[in-house]
């Protein structure tokens, strides 16, 4: 189990550095000078040249690379062009709400496909299996930032139930949660059901079933237990679209997280801030994603033995 | 199997073609503006109506048909390129040029969703070449992923080892022998990939950073049409429903595909 877990922590900081570098690297992707660009047109040299060495972008680029690592590492990321305040602060400040919607997501997600893909998978064939597979071909099709106004028009503005927008208590979080989660609820009801299909033809099935057990214990702790390994797979690796999902879900329903803060800051070229979002939302999916793996050997016994989980 | 299932899909697959290859050459007025028609409901001479600005709404359909058509295009044909090429060459070599392709295929693996793209055409100036770009840049991974896990297993099959002993040059074992056997696959992901990206480019384009006013795009046209949802609703509907049409059949086709060339599920 140790040598998985060092091999695998050891894997994940070479994508970690990856990731810092690439991000490290956007700023200089702008095109022309990032410093007239984020200061615009009108701006006088004299406050070029005080960007340009605030933000060190007139060091040569190693030096750079190698300042912006040490920094991160201090937890430094610089302060905001737009609001002056350090940029660590503000994105501490935006992460409790994204951390909330992602895990809402998630839930709408979890609690809609288990019991939608595990009738379909019992009754394969029947009409809950077939609404279930509709279901789950739209869910895939349809766009977020088209299903977010509509469930607005529908519940808020029609039926008056829910507020249009904003993060104000439990009721704001409903349709936010329920636009995020559509997507990963039509994928892993999908999983769920071939996953569990494999499982039911299993002999430990018949077993169960032959020493009488109940249909619901049969499938709670024989079925599903065992098909949990591919669907928290599939879970770990959907996060990602979840959080990225969660930029475009912020924005329609003014919710403020990291995700409306990334937009907003493109919107004022705040690019300093622009990166620490681009970097803060990445790195939180490779986190997840190496929990993921560790979840899983621990899981299943025989990852921790040949020391890989994905051949 | 009904025949509906990929008749259907395939109808509405061709008309968005044919709507954006045709589109500069139908009587379209997208970017006319008629103050008089300011959010005019759907009526009999004009199917779907008028946005904010008074422009007909299906003559800008048409238009985003285009848009999304052809960055869906380019951005499958550069991202199924360079993809299956880094991916066939790295699993082929092995070793270390493998070990270090790997590494940076896991680097941009990282980014969820459309997140590097979002960084990417915010940087950038926003236009629909820097889309393309934008997307080529996330697409190649998914393509050089399973090429290179083709290769893999490929490169020890037996037609491959007597063309080697053949004396045959790499480059004709890769083109004759390798990548032909890995386009079934390929070609699943790409139908699905096709539908990630015109939800991605409307989506970039929802978030202002895709094609640029008064170009028109299902995403920008769902953006302008959020404001006026209450009293013009078929703003959001139209460009929302093409959208969904055209991702639906997409996948559908995809599912079928799968079903028919997939090997493994079969059995």
Known sequence: MLSFLLSRLLSTLVVVLGVVTLVFLLIHLVPGDPVQAMLGESALPADLEALRTALGLNQPLLTQWWNYMTNLLQGDLGTSLYSKEPIIDILLERLPATIELAIAGLLVAVLVALPLGSIAALRKDSIYDNGAMVFSLLGVSIPNFWMGPLLILLFSLTLGWLPVSGRDGLASLVLPALTLGTALAAILARMVRSTLLEVLGEDYIRTARAKGLRESAVVVHHALRNASLPIITVLGLQLGTLLGGAVITEIIFAWPGVGQLTIESIQRRDYPVVQACILLISLSYVLVNTLTDFVYAWLDPRVRYSGSTTD | ?267
């Open chain 2, 1 to 267: 199997m009904f025949k509906y299932q990929i008749f259907m899909p395939l109808s509405v697959l061709i008309i968005w073609f044919m709507l954006a290859l045709l589109g500069p050459w139908l009587p379209l007025q997208p970017n006319h503006i008629t103050l008089q028609n300011i959010l005019q409901p759907p009526s009999s001479s004009v199917w779907l109506g008028y946005d904010d600005l008074g422009r007909p709404i299906l003559d800008r359909l048409i238009m985003g048909a285009r848009t999304s058509f052809f960055v869906a295009f380019w951005v499958m044909l550069v991202s199924i390129t360079v993809g299956t090429l880094i991916g066939t060459i790295s699993g082929w070599i092995g070793g270390y040029v493998d070990l270090i392709i790997v590494r940076i295929m896991d680097v941009f693996l990282a980014f969820p969703g459309i997140l590097l793209a979002i960084a990417l055409s915010a940087l950038l100036k926003p236009g629909i070449e820097n889309v393309v770009f934008a997307l080529s840049v996330v697409g190649w991974v998914g393509f050089a992923r399973l090429a290179r896990a083709q290769t893999l297993s490929l490169k020890h099959r037996e037609h491959v080892l007597a063309a080697i002993a053949l004396g045959a040059r790499i480059p004709r074992i890769l083109r004759y022998h390798v990548i032909p056997l890995l386009l079934a696959p390929l070609l699943i992901e790409a139908t699905f990939g096709i539908a990630g990206v015109v939800i991605a480019e409307a989506g970039l384009s929802f978030l202002g950073l895709g094609v640029q006013p008064p170009a028109a795009s299902w995403g920008s046209m769902i953006r302008d049409g959020k404001s006026y949802m209450l009293y013009a609703p078929h703003m959001v509907l139209a460009p929302g429903m093409a959208l969904l049409l055209v991702v639906l059949s997409v996948n559908m086709l995809g599912d079928k595909l799968r079903d028919r060339l997939d090997v493994k599920s079969q059995s």
